[in-house]
């Protein structure tokens, strides 16, 4: 299903893939039903499972957004966040947390950190997800 | 006289003696008189005898006043002997009793008080292990439940996930029956990511880490919110949930908005999910200077006399709901009152089986947290 937003400038862009995104989740079975979500959408797609696959990808082709988890194998969520925030080349790219933590302490951390949003996976559908990765690139990209 | 001077250790010690003291000189004196006073007068000049009564009489003030002071200072020495040691016992049972176990008392006496003292330190020892060993206990529950609640969530995601994905046709049209077992499905895996979100509220009530942060909020704008909320759930059921008349003036609180909407919500959900089809469930919102009070009422099944001491512990679920609604967790209530008791406010209900139940929500309007009462920690050590 994709929804008919078309009135938002970042449409069009989506439709002519030029969007970027990172995923950054080490469970194969969320990723995949992400990025199929994500990919239908119209999204250039770039996958990765820890962090070094991560600073890879961004390190490559930097994406427009990054979707991150929190718990990885090896260095986590938080440890990616604080790195790319503090990377002159990249601490502009907006990234939203996507995570099974969402204490009220883990929210504050991400968003000190400069998270653009906190979502739990449990308690959001892929659907949400889209929406909210185009209100966040609205807000970073169009509205500037 | 002073009361707490009358019931003291030191006056009844010092009356004691004093009677020990003034009763034989007394007698003695009386006997004296007695005996030799009718022989003075026949053997001496009335002169003579009046100076030696008189000289007799000025011996025996003396002596009374010479055992009224002997009478003080020997109670002022035994009342400090023991209570001394009974003072330092009090303090330490009073720390104890304030939930500090860290005391220690230095027995340095063989006598009965010295015993009390060294089985008072076992017995210091004996909570401080005994408590240690419950927050161990505690602590390990919490981190357990943290633990299995954040395993549980990735499954339920993907569950969530590929229900959604069914349901918006992402793997291909469905039909109406399949999409009847999906929706089934949907409500089974919403109510257990709702299960496991409440485990851990209630894990990081118990950790302490359930933070708060308050803010201004106006009441009525938020009580207003949560019945739209509570509306469809509300219309699905059948039931009438009414808004009562509210003050056009905003009434504004101090509190966490998200926290106190999940209390609300508690409630006013509870309301409907155990009130039968037809029936009502009215909010109403007053306020004076200090407080505001919330009552939800409903037309439901009500609580037994015997379910309502234990309605706020974990895990309790009233014995007449679980064959009406099976998928309570028995959490609500233990984190709303959690919550309302955070912002300096009380909870209470009553219910009659059967007729309804109304809760009363007061919340302070100047409210700030309420963090729970921490003992005095520091050691406490003392010699008898």
Known sequence: MTTDDSSMPIASMLKRNEM????????????????????????????????????????????????????????????????????????????????NLG??????????????????????????????????LEANYIGK | ??????????????????????????????????????????????????????????????IFLFVFIIASFAAIMVTRYITRPLSVLTEAVKRIGAGNFKVHITVSRKDEVGVLGTFFNEMAERIQEAKDRQEEISKLKSEFISIAA??????????????????DGDFGKITKNQREAVEKGTIANESMIRLVHNLLDAARIEEGKFGYKFEEIDIIIFTKKIVDEKMILAKAKNITLTLGKVSDDPIILNADPDRLSIAIGNITENAIRYTAAGGTVSVRLEADSVSVVLK???????????????????????????HMETEGTGLGLFITKNIITAHGGEISFHSEEGKGTTFLIRIPRASTLKSPVNPPTEPFVAAL
């Open chain 2, 296 to 322: 939800i009422s409903d037309t439901g099944i009500g609580i037994s006399k015997e379910d309502q001491p234990r309605m706020f512990t974990r895990f309790y679920r009233g014995s007449n709901v679980m």
């Open chain 2, 150 to 167: 954040h395993q549980l969530r990735t499954p339920l995601s993907i569950q969530k996930w590929v229900y959604q994905g069914i349901k």
């Open chain 1, 20 to 99: 970027k995104i990172l995923v950054v989740e080490d469970d194969k079975f969320l990723r995949g039903l992400l990025v199929e979500k994500i990919k239908h959408e119209g999204f250039t797609v770039t996958e990765a499972i820890n962090a070094d696959e991560a600073f890879a990808a961004v390190h490559k082709n930097p994406p427009h957004i990054i979707l991150l988890d929190l718990i990885l194998p090896g260095k986590g969520g938080f440890e990616i966040l604080t790195e790319l925030k503090a990377q002159h080349d990249y601490a502009s790219i907006p990234i939203i947390i996507i995570s």
């Open chain 2, 1 to 62: 006289m002073n009361p707490k001077i009358r019931h003291s250790l030191f006056f009844r010690f010092f009356l004691t003696l004093l009677a020990l003291g003034i009763f034989p000189m007394g007698i003695a004196s009386l006997f004296f008189v007695a005996t030799y006073q009718s022989r003075i007068r026949a053997v001496l000049a009335p002169r003579d005898a009046t100076a030696l009564i008189e000289t007799i009489s000025i011996q025996f003030i003396l």
């Open chain 1, 103 to 136: 204490s009220r302490d883990d929210v504050d951390q991400a968003m000190k950190l400069g998270a653009a949003e906190f979502m739990i996976k449990a308690h959001h559908t892929p659907q949400e997800i889209v929406e909210t990765i185009k209100k966040v």
